[in-house]
T-cell receptor, first 114, second 113 residues
Framework: AQSVTQPDIHITVSEGASLELRCNYSYGATPYLFWYVQSPGQGLQLLLK??????LVQGIKGFEAEFKRSQSSFNLRKPSVHWSDAAEYFC????????????FGKGTRLHILP | DAGVIQSPRHEVTEMGQEVTLRCKPISGHNSLFWYRQTMMRGLELLIYFNNNVPIDDSGMPEDRFSAKMPNASFSTLKIQPSEPRDSAVYFC???????????FGSGTQLSVL
C-alpha cells in the first residue's frame, strides 16, 4: 500500500525568500504524485501533478516540484514566496494500478513573515 | 459547473444521534472520495467509489460509519450513533478518471457534543 510522509509540520519563511517543502512517498511502482494547497476554511486545490516524463513539473502560482525516484521524494519549491502563499500544503500519492486510491500526507503549514 | 457540493456546511449534534453528510460530485466524474480531516490525523481517506461501486472502505473507522452511492450524482456518509471523537471536517472529492486531479467540496464541519 502507498504512503506519504511530510516531515515538516510547520515551516516559516520570510516574504521573498525561497521555499522547499519536503515529501517522501512509499509505493512499489511509479506512482502518480500531487501537491495540493488548502486555504483556511476551504477544500484542497491542485497545485501540480506528476505522472511520467520530465521529472521537474511546473504548477500554478509559480510552484514547481521535482520527482526523484532514487530518493522517493517529490519536493515542492518556489523561488520567492508571497504573503498570499500562507496556507497548508499537502502531498498526495495515487497508485497507477487498479487500486487507485489517493493518500495524502499530514500536511505542512506554511507561515510567511513580512 | 457548480463544483462538488456538500451539505450541510456545519452540523452540530449530540452524542448518540445519527448524522448524515451529503455530497453531489461533478457531473461526468466517475470516482468519489470521502476524507476526514483532523489536526491530529491530517486528511484520512475513509472510502472511495468508482462508478458508484465502493472500492476500498478500509479507512472507515468502525461499523458506526457507512457510505452509499446510489447513483452517479449523489453520495452519503452516515454516522450512527455519533460520538464526540467523530468531530472533524469531512470532505467529499470527485475526479473524472484514474490519475486525474481531485476536486474537493467545501467540507462539512461536524461537531458532536
Amino acid at each position: 500500500a502507498q504512503s506519504v510522509t511530510q516531515p515538516d509540520i510547520h515551516i516559516t519563511v520570510s516574504e521573498g525568500a525561497s521555499l522547499e517543502l519536503r515529501c517522501n512517498y512509499s509505493y512499489g511502482a511509479t506512482p502518480y504524485l500531487f501537491w495540493y494547497v488548502q486555504s483556511p476554511g476551504q477544500g484542497l486545490q491542485l497545485l501540480l501533478k506528476y505522472f511520467s516524463g520530465d521529472t521537474l513539473v511546473q504548477g500554478i502560482k509559480g510552484f514547481e516540484a521535482e520527482f526523484k525516484r532514487s530518493q522517493s521524494s517529490f519536493n515542492l519549491r518556489k523561488p520567492s514566496v508571497h504573503w498570499s502563499d500562507a496556507a497548508e500544503y499537502f502531498c498526495a500519492v495515487a497508485s497507477s494500478g487498479r487500486d487507485d486510491k489517493i493518500i495524502f500526507g499530514k500536511g505542512t503549514r506554511l507561515h510567511i513573515l513580512p | 459547473d457548480a463544483g462538488v457540493i456538500q451539505s450541510p456546511r456545519h452540523e452540530v449534534t449530540e452524542m448518540g444521534q445519527e448524522v448524515t453528510l451529503r455530497c453531489k460530485p461533478i457531473s461526468g466524474h466517475n470516482s468519489l472520495f470521502w476524507y476526514r480531516q483532523t489536526m491530529m490525523r491530517g486528511l484520512e481517506l475513509l472510502i472511495y467509489f468508482n462508478n458508484n461501486v465502493p472500492i476500498d472502505d478500509s479507512g472507515m473507522p468502525e461499523d458506526r460509519f457507512s457510505a452509499k452511492m446510489p447513483n452517479a450524482s449523489f453520495s452519503t456518509l452516515k454516522i450512527q450513533p455519533s460520538e464526540p471523537r467523530d468531530s472533524a471536517v469531512y470532505f467529499c472529492a470527485s475526479r473524472r478518471g484514474l490519475g486525474e486531479k481531485l476536486f474537493f467540496g467545501s467540507g462539512t464541519q461536524l461537531s458532536v457534543l
